[in-house]
């Protein structure tokens, strides 16, 4: 089966860390965008970080540039947002997408894991 799992989300105080896991199974990252989401109800989902496997490019929204990190683990078919300096503003729902590289849209998403940052 096709899909990504998303883990490490939790409760985590204002300033701390988490390190969110995307692993993906069916299919391996080689010609794929892997992207972070984060969505809060009410209000539209947000990009956080995404990464290109083949190449290693990565983008960051300004909202997280200098304390997220975006990583991959080839070996185990992973991606990681390592997330530091955690701010209330970062409580979400987070998501990991999958885009085929030259595709329009990302197409595989996984279910989400819920990050809280309390202040």
């Known amino acids: 089966e096709v899909q990504l799992v998303e883990s490490g989300g939790g409760l985590v105080q204002a300033g701390g860390s988490l390190r969110l896991s995307c692993a993906a199974s069916?299919?391996?990252?080689?010609?794929?965008?892997i992207g972070w989401f984060r969505q809060v109800p009410g209000k539209e989902r947000e990009g956080v970080s995404c990464?290109?496997?083949?190449?290693?490019?990565?983008y960051y929204a300004d909202s997280v540039k200098g304390r997220f990190t975006i990583s991959s683990d080839g070996a185990k078919n992973t991606v990681y947002l390592q997330m530091d300096s955690l701010k209330p503003d970062d409580t979400a729902t987070y998501y990991c997408?999958?885009?085929?590289?030259?595709?329009?849209?990302?197409?595989?998403w996984g279910q989400g894991t819920q990050v809280t940052v309390s202040s």
């Open positions: 990464m290109t496997y083949s190449d290693g490019d990565t």
């Open positions: 069916g299919f391996t990252f080689d010609d794929y965008t």
């Open positions: 997408a999958a885009q085929r590289v030259g595709a329009r849209d990302y197409d595989l």
